[in-house]
């Protein structure tokens, strides 16, 4: 959409601007309608899936539409991969409809609005920051537009006022002399009047209908669609984290009055000041804690390589899930510290230090290195839990934020060796959690954690964890129910939901069987609706009863039997 103004009071200054008014195109005012109205019935009492998809593909196209062939977004790199993840995100609801590519598809689009406000933005971050500070300034702003315009509408002195009487006296003659030649010509022709009667019939059954389906939510809910359509399609500058982000560099600089980084609270009789240690000082205190925090991390490591890495197998004493969760995250605690303390260092004039710079940055270096064969180990350990217990939502969280970490700590070798600031860094770091994001958008995990809990080298099984999972995953759960005759643990969550029971294989059949006959009745077409599909429960539906999505009589493929 078309760029609006901030208008600024003459004489004052940037800081101090006056409500926004905002003076709408045709084109937007069209947009605005359609999606507030697209909204409404895409998303009113629906799942998400199709829906999601073409609201966005909706905010896409009105944007694009608006954009000038000149403007600056064209030519912005983050505009047109936030773009391409936008889409890509978006296909994922249409695909999977998984919690992951929901998250993304929301993100990824609110990110390129940001982008989409102030191009030249190159943290991921201040871009989400500023679509969400467009839509607070703007919604107000057009909303109070439309209650002013419907005040003035009623006041006689007004041209708004004058032009709606003129209107409705205009039409007012013409719908008199239609009312009347409907009469005669219903009187005189039998077949005439059948039809118009059965037309008003079907008139008078919409607008039941319609009056029916308004109430107070649905209002609200169509306010908030309404309010979704405008900050999404109506721009108004947003400089705020512009102007913020314009202060930062992607290198440090060195600074000539302010060497020190920390400081040691010295005593004085008049008042209590901070007297900062040298640089040499500073760069000695680095050293020594690089050499020591090195020398106990390769004992660390040396432990892990020798116990984790090779021939792991765990006693019987071992508790495998203390093993796993507290050891993982001190270590991912201890690995988060050490990056900070680099930052810490390596911040400002330390980066300039000549003498010892080399030495300092090599031991930086080991300690990265040492850091990353701790990420390792604690990727082994998710391992042997996940070989060991099976596969849940956490196990697959912390391999996606131990690949972030892998990154983070390359990005620290950028920094030590190549004096980055921590602005690139978080700008780098950004980019990475949204790649992240849009891979764990792209998997089918619930399905991955089905096939892989239920093999048959498990003795133990969380069913209640698989039951409550999508519905795209029951033909596997069904197709796989078999297995669960030769589980020795089957736990399931008591009636109260505070409670952990273990089940009998033919009673974990019996809820098996429930969960699927339940979801084939939820998902007959008179509950679900177009705007909720989603290709994996179509498939899903197709696979459990042998007939597309559109059939009525619900029957068990010959492929999976109960």
């Known amino acids: 959409m078309s760029t609006l103004a901030t ?19 045709a084109l937007q005012k069209l947009l605005l309608s359609l999606g507030a109205i697209g909204f409404d019935v895409l998303f009113w009492n629906q799942n998400v899936g199709l829906n999601v998809a073409l609201y966005t593909l909706f905010v896409v196209v009105g944007t694009l539409v608006g954009l000038p062939a000149h403007a600056p977004q ?22 999977y409809a998984s919690g992951a590519a929901k998250l993304a598809c929301v993100a990824s689009l609110t990110i390129w609005l940001g982008y989409r406000n102030q191009p030249h933005l190159k943290l991921v971050a201040y871009a989400l920051l500023t679509a969400l500070g467009n839509l607070l300034r703007v919604v107000p702003a057009v909303l109070s537009g439309l209650l002013h315009i419907l005040h003035i509408s009623r006041t ?7 032009r709606v009487r003129f209107y409705a006296r205009l039409l007012v003659l013409p719908l008199v002399v239609l009312f009347v030649f409907h009469i005669l010509f219903s009187m005189a022709n039998p077949v005439y009047s059948q039809l118009s009667s059965k037309v008003l019939a079907q008139l008078g059954d919409w607008l039941t209908w319609l ?6 939510p649905h209002l609200l809910f169509f306010l908030v669609g309404l309010s979704v359509t405008i900050g999404a399609l109506v721009v108004v500058p947003f400089h705020f984290f512009a102007d913020s982000e314009s202060r930062f560099g992607e290198f440090v600089r060195r600074q000539r009055n302010r060497v020190a980084s920390f400081g040691v609270r010295q005593p004085d009789f008049s008042r209590r000041t901070f007297r900062t240690l040298d640089l040499r000082k500073e760069y000695l205190a680095a050293l020594a804690v690089f050499g020591l925090v090195n020398l106990l991390l390769l004992a ?4 892990d390589i020798s116990w984790i890495w090779f021939g792991f197998t765990p006693g019987p004493s071992l508790d495998l899930t203390q093993f796993v969760h507290e050891g993982t995250y001190v270590l991912i605690l201890s690995i988060l510290v050490a990056m900070g303390i680099m930052l810490w260092f390596f911040r400002r004039n330390l980066n300039f ?15 990265v290195v040492q850091n990353a064969v701790l990420v390792i180990s604690v990727g082994l350990r998710n391992y042997y839990y996940i070989l060991y217990s099976g596969l849940a939502y956490k196990r697959i969280g912390v391999y996606g934020f131990l690949l972030l970490t892998l990154f983070g700590l390359g990005t620290i070798l950028l920094k030590v060796w190549q004096r980055r600031s921590a602005y690139s860094l978080v700008r780098l770091n950004g980019w990475a959690s949204y790649v992240v994001l849009l891979l764990l958008a792209a998997g089918n995990w619930e399905v991955w954690m089905v096939r892989y809990n239920l093999q048959p080298r498990f003795r133990q099984v969380d069913l209640d964890f698989l039951l409550t999972m999508p519905p795209r995953v029951l033909p596997e759960l069904a197709a796989r129910q078999a297995i669960l005759d030769g589980m020795n643990s089957i736990a399931v969550t008591s009636p109260d939901g505070y409670h952990e029971n273990h089940v009998q294989p033919a009673e974990a059949r019996r809820l098996v069987q429930e969960r699927v006959a339940q979801w084939l009745v939820e998902y007959g077409p008179t509950h679900r609706q177009w705007q909720s ?30």
């Open 300 to 303: 660390v490591n040396a432990i």
């Open 353 to 367: 230090y000549g003498r010892g710079l080399s030495a300092l940055r090599w031991g930086a270096t080991v300690w």
């Open 533 to 562: 599909w989603n290709w994996a429960e179509a498939s899903a539906y197709t696979q459990l009863t042998g007939q597309p999505t559109a059939a009525h009589s619900p029957r068990l493929s010959p492929r999976v039997r109960f």
């Open 211 to 216: 009056l029916s389906g308004i109430s107070v």
């Open 7 to 25: 208008p600024v009071l003459p004489g004052a200054s940037s800081a101090r601007v006056i409500p926004l008014r905002l003076p709408l195109t």
């Open 74 to 95: 064209w030519r912005s790199t983050t505009f047109r991969a936030t773009l391409l993840g936008t889409l890509l995100s978006a296909g994922l609801v249409v695909w």
């Open 156 to 162: 006689s002195s007004s041209p708004w006022g004058g």
